[in-house]
C-alpha cells in the first residue's frame, strides 16, 4: 500500500480510457452493431417471390426469363425491319412507313414496361397481431354445441350474393375479384392472370397497360407483316423470288416471325376485348363464375349494362395507389390491443350501423356493397387501399355487443 498514492478527481473530468482494449477495438466492435442496426426498406424483406429494382421502384417477377425472350422478338424483329426493310420503302414508296413503325415500337415498349415493371394490384399481407386478433375471434366463433363453417364471408355487391374466402397465407378475408397467385405468391386485386411473357401478374393497377400492349403489338405485327411483303413484291419484279431472299434474308426471318406471331396476338387481343366489353376478367372467365347459362342469380354483379360503360369502367378509371409501399421502413409490429370475444378487430373508419340491414339483426350476415368492383373499393374497400379494413378482413358487423349462432352461420 505504500508504493500507491491516491488523488482526488474533480467532478466533470472525462473517464481514462479502461484497460479493456484499445479505442480502435471499441469502434470496431460496435460497427458491426451499427450495421445490423440499419433500417430496411419493405422491398427488401418483401414475402411474396418477386425480384425489385432501383431500390425497389421497380418490381418483376422471380422467373422473368420468358420476359426477356418477349423483349428480344420485338427488338430484333423491329431492328431488322428498320435496317433491311424501310430504307428501301422509304425510298420507293413514302417516308410515313418508318414514321408509323417507329411510334408503334415504342408504345409497344413503352406499354410492356408499364405492364411488366409495376405493382399490380397486391395487398399486403396482415401483421402478426393483427392475424392473431383475427384468428382468434374466428376461433371464438365456436362453441361447445356450434362448429363454424368453413372460413368465407358472403356479403351482396347489387342484389348479388358474392362469396369472399379467406386467406391462409395473407391470413385475411380476400374482397371481391381478389385471387392469390401461385406464381407471384401474393394477393392481387382485381386478379385477371399471371402473364409469363411480361413476367409479372395482370391485375387492378396494370390491366390497361397489358391490354394496352397487346393491342398495339397486333398492329404493329401486322403492320411489319404488310410491309415486308410488300418490300419483296417489289424486288421480285423481273427478278427471281429466290434471289430476292438471299438479297434479303433477313425479311424472310421476320416473315416468319410475324406470321407464327400475328394469330395469337389478335386472338388475344379479341379475347380480352369481348372482356372488357363485359366486365369480366380471365380468372372469372376461366372459372365461369358470372353465367347467365347457370341462372340470373349467377349474373355479372360488376356489368354496367352497357358495352361503352364497361368500357370506360375497365380502361379509364382513377389510377390506384400501390399498397405495398416498396420505398417504406420496415417498422416493428406495434400490436392491436385485444378484442373481446365475438368481436373483430375494427380497422376502418366506417360506422357499422352504417353496414347494418336491420336493426334486430345482432350479427350482419352481409354487407350491401356498390355497383361494380370500382365502386367497391370506393365505398367499401377505401380503408383497404390505406391499409386498414378489407386488407386484412372485411369486418363481420355485431350489434349491441351479443352473438347469434343462427346468424353467424347464414353469415358464414
Not at 413503352?110 to 392475424?131: K, V
Not at 397486333?218 to 421480285?236: G, Y
Request: aromatic share 10%.
Amino acid at each position: 500500500m505504500k508504493d500507491c498514492e491516491y488523488r482526488q478527481i474533480p467532478p466533470g473530468t472525462p473517464a481514462a480510457p479502461t484497460a479493456s482494449g484499445p479505442p480502435s477495438s471499441v469502434a470496431t466492435s460496435t460497427a458491426p452493431a451499427t450495421l445490423a442496426s440499419r433500417p430496411r426498406r419493405k422491398w427488401e424483406v418483401f414475402p411474396g417471390r418477386n425480384r425489385f429494382y432501383c431500390g425497389g421502384r421497380l418490381m418483376l417477377a422471380r422467373h422473368s426469363s420468358v420476359f426477356l425472350l418477349t423483349v428480344g422478338l420485338i427488338v430484333v424483329t423491329s431492328g431488322l425491319f428498320f435496317a433491311f426493310d424501310c430504307p428501301f420503302l422509304a425510298h420507293n414508296l413514302t417516308m410515313a412507313i418508318p414514321i408509323i413503325a417507329g411510334i408503334l415500337f415504342f408504345f409497344v415498349i413503352s406499354c410492356l414496361l408499364q405492364t411488366s415493371f409495376r405493382d399490380p394490384g397486391i395487398l399486403p399481407r396482415a401483421t402478426p397481431s393483427e392475424a392473431a386478433d383475427l384468428e382468434k375471434w374466428i376461433d371464438n366463433l365456436g362453441t361447445s354445441t356450434y362448429r363454424p363453417p368453413a372460413r368465407t364471408m358472403e356479403v351482396v355487391i347489387n342484389k348479388y350474393m358474392v362469396k369472399l374466402k379467406y386467406c391462409y397465407t395473407c391470413k385475411m378475408f380476400r374482397p371481391p375479384r381478389t385471387s392469390h397467385c401461385s406464381v407471384c405468391d401474393n394477393c392481387v386485386e382485381r386478379f385477371d392472370h399471371h402473364c409469363p411473357w411480361v413476367g409479372n401478374c395482370v391485375g387492378k393497377r396494370n390491366y390497361r397497360f397489358f391490354y394496352a400492349f397487346i393491342l398495339s403489338l397486333s398492329f404493329l405485327t401486322a403492320f411489319i407483316f404488310a410491309c415486308v411483303i410488300t418490300h419483296l413484291a417489289l424486288r421480285s419484279q423481273g427478278n427471281d423470288f429466290l434471289t430476292v431472299l438471299k438479297t434479303t434474308p433477313a425479311s424472310l426471318l421476320e416473315l416468319v416471325i410475324c406470321f407464327f406471331s400475328v394469330w395469337s396476338i389478335f386472338g388475344l387481343s379479341g379475347f380480352h376485348t369481348y372482356l372488357i366489353a363485359s366486365n369480366l376478367t380471365t380468372n372469372e372467365d376461366l372459372k365461369g363464375a358470372w353465367s347467365n347459362k347457370r341462372g340470373s342469380e349467377f349474373a355479372n354483379p360488376y356489368s354496367h349494362k352497357s358495352v361503352l360503360n364497361n368500357c370506360c369502367a375497365v380502361l379509364c378509371g382513377p389510377f390506384y395507389p400501390s399498397l405495398i409501399d416498396r420505398r417504406g421502413f420496415v417498422q416493428a409490429d406495434a400490436g392491436t390491443p385485444s378484442t373481446p370475444k365475438g368481436e373483430i378487430p375494427s380497422f376502418g373508419t366506417k360506422s357499422d350501423a352504417s353496414m347494418a340491414e336491420t336493426p334486430s339483426q345482432k350479427l350482419i350476415p352481409a354487407a350491401k356493397l356498390s355497383r361494380d368492383s370500382d365502386s367497391f373499393a370506393s365505398s367499401c374497400l377505401i380503408p383497404l387501399q390505406i391499409g386498414l379494413l378489407a386488407q386484412r378482413s372485411l369486418s363481420l358487423l355485431i350489434h349491441n355487443g351479443q352473438e347469434s349462432p343462427s346468424t353467424e352461420s347464414q353469415a358464414s
